[in-house]
């Protein structure tokens, strides 16, 4: 199958800094990429939709301006947390989606906000 | 409303026993593509089986192999020979064809084989 990298694994930073994660599709294009949050012993909670060299469409209830999305290439997608709280500790999941109408996912980033 | 149901929270098998696990989805949609992903303790989300709803024949894809019932809308996942490998959440989802690749997730199954 497709790989999906993730960059970092995991990550812990200050209250209030920002964290960037990288989600590359190592061995195909992607026009559109998905974040995911997931919570212990729960299903992925999708966050938005990265399309390449357009807007990311954010589902209800995310902050646009605290989850920044850029999709700037067709096989690299980030997440930025802003201004990161404590409650934005959590796993993040990023996949992409290729041509056969399936989604790859990455290995995930476990943030940890103190 | 399209949505999965895995009714099924937790399920344990013995080691190289078969094992079934339930899916129901609704979707008014009639081209779509279903699957079940598998997330061992690494978390890492593996693709285990995709099955395109237009085909009758059912997936497999060596010990794992799909009962697709289009009309009841049913997909369940056999994991023949099961391994100590196997341990991990399953979740059934779906695409709608052409409709931008979002999945449609279910609650997940907790599986654990036991040797």
């Known amino acids: 199958g497709a790989v999906v990298s993730q960059h970092p694994s995991r990550v812990i930073c200050k209250s209030g800094t920002s964290v960037k994660i990288e989600c590359r599709s190592l061995?195909?294009?992607?026009?559109?990429m998905f974040w995911y949050r997931q919570f212990p012993k729960q299903s992925l909670m999708l966050m938005a939709t990265?399309?390449?060299?357009?807007?990311?469409?954010?589902e209800q209830g995310v902050e646009k301006d605290k989850f920044l999305i850029n999709h700037a290439s067709l096989t690299l997608s980030t997440l930025t947390v802003t201004s990161a709280h404590p409650e934005d500790s959590s796993f993040y999941i990023c996949?992409?989606?290729?041509?056969?109408?399936?989604?790859?996912f990455g290995p995930g980033t476990r943030l940890l906000v103190l | 409303a399209q949505t999965v149901t895995q009714s099924q929270p937790e399920m344990s098998v013995q080691e190289a026993e078969t094992v079934t696990l339930s899916c129901t989805y609704d979707?008014?949609?009639?081209?779509?593509?279903l699957f079940w992903y598998k997330q061992p303790p690494s978390r890492q989300m593996i693709l285990v089986i995709r099955?395109?709803?237009?085909?009758?024949q059912n997936a497999t894809e060596n010990r794992f192999s799909v009962n697709f019932q289009k009309a009841a809308k049913s997909f369940s996942l056999k994991i023949s020979d099961s391994q100590l490998g196997d341990t991990a959440m399953y979740f059934c989802?779906?695409?709608?064809?052409?409709?931008?690749?979002?999945?449609?997730f279910g609650q997940g199954t907790e599986l654990s084989v036991k040797p």
């Open positions: 996949s992409a989606f290729d041509s056969q109408e399936t989604q790859y």
């Open positions: 061995d195909f294009q992607a026009t559109t």
């Open positions: 990265s399309n390449e060299g357009s807007k990311a469409t954010y």
């Open positions: 979707t008014s949609e009639s081209n779509y593509y």
């Open positions: 099955q395109e709803a237009y085909k009758q």
């Open positions: 989802a779906f695409i709608i064809y052409n409709q931008g690749g979002k999945l449609i």
